[in-house]
């Protein structure tokens, strides 16, 4: 059974770059054709994929997101991490880290993670 497992700052300042690290247990990041990805739910908004990054080290970003997002990994300790740079108070929501399945092919979102809430405020 894979799990993953949010973790970072609840607090963010406006103008700052919000950091989350998506620690995976049960699985591999580098198992072929999964990916990992980040999705985000604003309050009272539907949820908004991020970006992902693929078994082979790939990375793909939403194209409105782009300019102010990194995705990494490290397959040593088997997690990956979101970067967001120079966030506002509209970047405040849950913060989920997703695997998708067969990510060359059917891409199936299949394990989240609980989600983790990041404010940004001064």
């Known amino acids: 059974q894979v799990q993953l497992q949010e973790s970072g700052p609840g607090l963010v300042k406006p103008s700052q770059t919000l950091s989350l690290t998506c620690t995976v247990s049960?699985?591999?990041?580098?198992?072929?054709?999964?990916?990992w990805s980040w999705i985000r739910q604003p309050p009272g908004k539907g949820p908004e994929w991020m970006g992902v990054?693929?078994?082979?080290?790939?990375?793909y970003y939403s194209p409105s997101l782009k300019s102010r997002t990194s995705i990494s990994r490290d397959t040593s300790k088997n997690l990956f991490s979101l970067q967001l740079r120079s966030v506002t108070p509209e970047d405040t929501a849950v913060y989920y880290c997703?695997?998708?399945?067969?990510?060359?092919?059917?891409?199936?979102?299949?394990?989240w993670g609980q989600g983790t809430q990041v404010t940004v405020s001064s």
């Open positions: 990054i693929a078994y082979d080290g790939s990375t």
């Open positions: 997703v695997r998708v399945s067969d990510w060359y092919g059917t891409y199936e979102y299949d394990y």
């Open positions: 049960g699985g591999s990041i580098t198992t072929s054709y999964d990916a």
